[in-house]
């Protein structure tokens, strides 16, 4: 019993647009071992990523079929969810050669002459395979290279098809729905954990495969970071909750924050929360086919400039160097929103608008340093900008 997650024709496209690719870069095959880019390409998946004991290998030649390299044991999972039909196995764990002859024998028989074999090897990239394996393989394969043919992935990658971009679109409506059930969920006297469980179970309930990231921070009147593990805090009146996932659906990935308030919003909060939603907006309407990432990012940057000066308020942006970025089978991907990136947005490609500011406020007596983020997630086409989830509330939400 197969379970593809595509049709066999989506798979072909993203070999044939792979192989273009690796002619005009004069490659004579792509070396695969990312848990990503092999369900890509192949369409195996497994909880057994998980496990370092047993590498796995994906050949993408230059002309003809992918030629797959995993352990026995992955037999029936290969022959359940992947379409690759010529499949090399070894009994495995066996360190002293876990498959890499049989990479090694691969690689010849498709060489086309180039002499350079791609690996994931560039900035954001991962070889999901042991370090001394790949220094041997190369020794093996000598006088062929073993070159960065990540620029060449980030390239196919960035455009997403109508099919990848409804898997999308899945998951980001069940997170959707999950944080739009959350307030009847959330007390006052509950932990930050707490309420990241519940949320997680909304998800889980909803039909989420699985949430690798899930953050949740609280403090009064704000958020000082945007990124801690939750804790065993206790929420009370005065908090301003975050809650942000990146949660899957047959690998790909949502990333959308949502905020809460324990009781009534402080005015300077509710001003800045505005600002940022408004300048979500904007970064939104920016995000058109033949702009570039940099510029959606000064646009949000400006907006928020003359939004803070109308009320009053220094801006200064949150100092994570972007403002959103790439979605799809990783949380984060190419491109990225920040000044001076001149990639030209595409149809096809899937964003996370993400603007941000810092602002001081006084808790209690001492002056604090907190943080508004916003993010939402768009795909770009020909036709316009679709949102992937559903917009968070223009007023933030208020836990009685």
């Keep these: 019993m197969s379970e593809f997650e595509f049709e066999i024709s989506e798979y072909e496209a ?50 003809g079929d992918i030629i797959l390299i995993v352990p026995t044991s992955n037999a029936e999972m290969t022959r359940r969810t992947s379409w690759v039909r010529d499949v090399r196995m070894w009994v495995s764990p066996r360190p002293e050669d876990d498959g890499i002859s049989l990479v090694r024998d691969a690689i010849r028989s498709v060489s086309s002459g180039h002499g350079r074999i791609g690996a994931e090897l560039g900035a954001e990239s991962r070889l999901t395979m042991p370090a001394g394996d790949f220094l041997r393989l190369g020794r093996e394969l000598s006088p062929t290279e073993l070159v960065d043919g990540y620029p060449l992935l980030r390239e196919l990658l960035m455009r997403k098809s109508a099919a990848e971009v409804e898997k999308i ?70 908090d301003v909750l975050v809650i942000d996932t990146g949660s899957t659906r047959h690998g790909y990935f949502c990333d959308f924050n949502r905020e809460f308030s324990f009781g009534p919003l402080h005015d300077k909060l509710r001003k800045i929360y505005e600002i940022v939603w408004e300048a979500t907006e904007v970064g939104i309407a920016a995000a058109e086919p033949g702009r570039t990432t940099g510029e959606i990012w000064q646009d949000m940057s400006s907006a928020m400039h003359r939004a803070s ?81 559903r917009r968070a509330p223009r007023e933030m939400p208020v836990i009685r």
């Design 14 to 63: 993203r070999l044939a647009s792979a192989q273009k690719l690796m002619h005009r870069e004069r490659l004579d095959a792509i070396l695969i071992t990312s848990e990503d880019h092999f369900r890509y390409f192949t369409g195996f998946h497994s909880p057994t990523w998980v496990n370092l004991t047993r590498p796995r290998y994906a050949v993408l030649p230059s002309r």
């Design 169 to 238: 679109h899945a998951i980001g409506q069940i997170a959707s729905s999950a944080y739009e059930a959350l307030p009847g969920r959330l007390r006052a006297g509950m932990s930050i954990r707490e309420a990241c469980n519940e949320f997680r179970h909304e998800l889980l309930e909803r039909g989420a495969e699985a949430s690798p990231y899930l953050i949740g921070v609280a403090e009064r009147l704000g958020y000082p970071c945007f990124n801690l593990e939750p804790s065993n805090r206790k929420l009370s009146e005065g």
């Design 309 to 389: 000066e109308a009320v009053s308020l220094p801006f200064e942006p949150f100092g994570l160097g972007r403002m959103g970025h790439g979605l799809g089978l990783r949380m984060c991907e190419t491109p990225s929103i920040a000044p001076g990136v001149e990639t030209v947005v595409e149809p096809g490609m899937v964003l996370t608008i993400e603007p941000s500011m810092t602002y001081e406020i006084d808790v209690d007596g001492e002056m604090r340093s907190h943080v508004c983020v916003h993010e939402e997630n768009i795909a770009v086409t020909a036709d316009g900008i679709r949102l992937l989830n």
